[in-house]
């Protein structure tokens, strides 16, 4: 809101609280080299199952449930339909400290230190329309307020009027106020990281901008968060990883977006391979990856292993949009 493939087990403890049968803030230790979080999971639906009710029952996005079970009506799954839970992650190729948001997966990563040891929290979000698109860069966060009061700017404004409906100069406090009961304003002039009045649609590209989160989450990052935190928004669809001496490739869709972006296929992803072997080599199963990237499931799957000796790498993959 604007506003003035693979399943595997890690060998670290993860930690969830539950809140009317809501998980809320997973919490991950991450060892020194290590770049993939989480567990893959799968369950079998109920009758009355939606991918909206599955998403938030398990802290996952709409359109990560949806990527994870191509084929599956996401309405109507219908009962005893395996469902995966795409909760493992590769963490962003960014500077881990503050909260990394990542636009193309739909998901906030909160870095921290307990005993010198690196800790992470992820969470879903909803991200800025094509149209309204969440500005990418270096940020911080520069006020906190809780029930907050909106002020929706004048293009905003001017489109619900478009539309046939009224909107206020000032929504105050309440049921009607889509910024939810936490906000946390960003330098970026105009752009808040808050709660919402509408948790079904958390995980999609909808807001004016904004990075709207599920009331429990948001309610338990509020307290963590200092003024000054860093935040980076990057638009990684590619992520390479290693977990021990596998080395882990998650696809995503790339993200249509209003302004000029760089060119997203298999060559920004071998830019990020270079990235994530730069110092540890890898044999690659290219196959493999070409598969991934063509699925984009948005699961991290291993694609190579490392080796001690250097190595051909044949980059001679064809290129596919």
């Given amino acids: 809101m604007y506003a003035g493939s693979q399943f595997f087990s890690l060998g670290w403890a993860v930690l969830c609280m539950f809140m009317a049968g809501t998980a809320i803030a997973g919490e991950f230790s991450v060892p020194g080299g290590m770049d993939v979080i989480g567990e893959q999971k799968s369950l079998l639906t109920r009758y009355e199952d939606t991918f909206s009710e599955l998403?938030?029952?398990?802290?996952?996005?709409?359109?990560?449930?949806?990527r994870a079970n191509p084929g599956v009506d996401p309405w109507l799954p219908g009962e005893g339909t395996s469902i995966s839970l795409p909760l493992s992650f590769v963490l962003p190729q960014a500077r881990r400290i503050g909260l990394v948001i990542n636009i193309a997966e739909y998901?906030?990563?909160?870095?921290?230190?307990?005993?010198?040891?690196?800790?992470?929290?992820?969470?879903?979000?909803?991200?800025?329309?094509?149209?309204?698109?969440?500005p990418l860069g270096k940020s911080s966060i520069v006020a906190?307020?809780?029930?907050?009061?909106?002020?929706?700017?004048?293009?905003?404004?001017?489109?619900?009027?478009?539309?046939?409906?009224?909107?206020a100069n000032i929504v105050p406090p309440g049921p009607d106020n889509p910024l939810g009961?936490?906000?946390?304003?960003?330098?970026?002039?105009?752009?808040?990281?808050?709660?919402?009045?509408?948790?079904?649609?958390?995980?999609?590209?909808?807001?004016?901008?904004?990075?709207?989160?599920?009331?429990?989450?948001i309610e338990w990052l509020f307290p963590q968060v200092?003024?000054?935190?860093?935040?980076?928004?990057?638009?990684?669809?590619?992520?390479?990883?290693?977990?021990g001496d596998e080395l882990f490739l998650?696809?995503?869709?790339?993200?249509?977006?209003?302004?000029?972006?760089?060119?997203?296929?298999?060559?920004?992803?071998m830019r990020q391979y270079v990235k994530a072997t730069q110092e540890q080599n890898a044999e690659?199963?290219?196959?493999?990856?070409?598969?991934?990237?063509?699925?984009?499931?948005?699961?991290?799957?291993?694609?190579?292993?490392?080796?001690?000796?250097n190595i051909s790498v044949d980059t001679d993959i064809p290129a596919q949009e």
């Avoid at 304003?185 to 808040?192: A, T």
């Avoid at 200092?226 to 977990?243: C, E, H, M």
């Avoid at 790339?254 to 992803?269: D, F, I, W, Y």
Wanted: proline share 6%; with cysteine; hydrophobic share 35%.
């Fill in 55 to 66: 998403a938030r029952r398990h802290d996952l996005g709409y359109e990560e449930m949806v």
């Fill in 181 to 217: 009961e936490y906000a946390m304003r960003l330098s970026v002039p105009g752009y808040l990281i808050h709660g919402t009045n509408r948790p079904a649609g958390v995980g999609m590209q909808v807001t004016h901008g904004c990075i709207r989160m599920y009331p429990e989450d």
């Fill in 250 to 269: 998650e696809v995503h869709p790339a993200l249509e977006r209003k302004e000029s972006v760089q060119e997203q296929g298999m060559t920004t992803l």
């Fill in 144 to 167: 906190k307020a809780t029930q907050p009061a909106w002020y929706p700017p004048a293009s905003v404004r001017a489109e619900y009027a478009a539309d046939g409906r009224h909107l």
């Fill in 107 to 134: 998901r906030m990563y909160y870095f921290t230190s307990e005993n010198d040891q690196l800790v992470v929290s992820t969470f879903p979000i909803s991200i800025g329309r094509m149209d309204w698109s969440t």
């Fill in 284 to 309: 690659v199963d290219w196959q493999r990856v070409t598969e991934v990237f063509e699925e984009k499931l948005g699961i991290p799957v291993s694609v190579g292993t490392a080796v001690s000796v």
């Fill in 226 to 243: 200092a003024v000054d935190t860093s935040v980076r928004i990057v638009n990684q669809p590619y992520k390479f990883g290693w977990l």
